[in-house]
């Protein structure tokens, strides 16, 4: 009886301990999802969108990151870092990737990663403010009004900057705005004073030329990213690769690119920024128009157009393929489109061969999804290739109707020896040579545009 009892309390013990234990495995759960999914938000350091092509301090560590791991990245943007945060407490994501201040409120949410970099806490104000310029903490009274982010990683130096003013003043948390929202308010007179990064706040200063930022509120701090506290895998995986980017200088190379470049300062003058407007290219009318006819997010259609032609009128491929959405020459001819064509006709001439593609695809192709991979695919290396690669994947046993791992596999499987992959034997085969990567930059870049860009 003994021995039972204690063989069933060793069973027990062992179940808890390997849940405990699969829990904490955030790698094996980011694996079996098949993507990394990162927490951020969205403004012209962080994440953001400049003429059409994703870009951002935090997005660009995000994808050498997932690089590293292996798999493909995915993110959720917003201006809420609680929401951020409780999308990382429940496991919906893997990492908030932000400049999270390391403070003992900090610790008791997330796990932190490796230093990423320093910085201070600075009060930034308008130039010749009136009714005054704030040169000490001890030129604030009760009547002044003080804002600052919303952020709970932010709270003891909040609390530090009201206990070393002599009067203290109103502070208010503003939620659900960028940084970047809160500085334009201060630089537009809407605000008065704002409590800013002090790294942030120089790069801003830069385009907003009537701030001071000359007032420390908080020397030296250091801040990292964050992870669950039951993400041990990854947190271990995350040290390596940082230790690994800042050996090899990347880390600090990227930095530079966004907090010391004058170019951030060009793209927030553009109008095809992100975060300025809800302007992808100059021809977003006519692809909002034009994605009816194919019942296309508009979006999506853009992300194509861009894979193709980065919306630059005049490209001429090394294969003669031209125009916006780059048809062949024969191909243009028989959707109504010729050199002389303006590039309403050019769109419209791709949207005609993307609904030629679709009425060529099976009828069994019925999930939406995968049938937009199709369309992708077919438009990139022709109909006739997708069709016998669908063959060969019903031939060896893979759904001729998925494209992941099924339709794709064999694809990509493609030589310029072999073109049609005749075998199934998958290491006489070396990615193909027009198609690898093809739908998945443009799914990929449509998400972006998803996150940044309003429907």
Known sequence: MGVALIGIAVYITHKIFYREEEKKDAIRRIRERGYLLALTDRNTLNYFLYRGEPAGFQLDLLESFADYLGVPLKIIASEDISKLYYYLYYNVADVIALNLPVSSEGRRLVHYTGILGETRLILLQRKNHSPKVIKTLEDFTKEDTVHARRNEFMSPYYRSFLKHTSKRPTLIEDPDISQEGLIRKVSEGSISYLLCPENTAMVYKRYYQNLDASVVVFPLYAYAWGVNHNSD???????????????????KKTYLEYFANQKIVTNMRSDYVSLRGSQISPFDKEL?????????????????VYEESNFRLGQVSSRSAYGLMQLMPETALKMGMDSISTPSQQLDAGVRYIKHLDEQLPYEITNPKDRIKFILAAYNVGIGRVLLAREKAEKYGRDPNRWDGNVEYYLLRRSKKDPYAKTDI???YTSDYTMEGFVDDIINRYYHYKNNIPQ
């Open 426 to 428: 998958v290491n006489d």
């Open 233 to 251: 895998t990854l947190l271990m995986k995350l040290d390596e690769w940082l230790a690994e980017s800042k050996k090899s200088g990347e880390l």
């Open 288 to 304: 909002r128009e034009l994605s009816l006819k194919i019942h296309w997010d508009w979006r999506l259609l853009a992300s194509l």
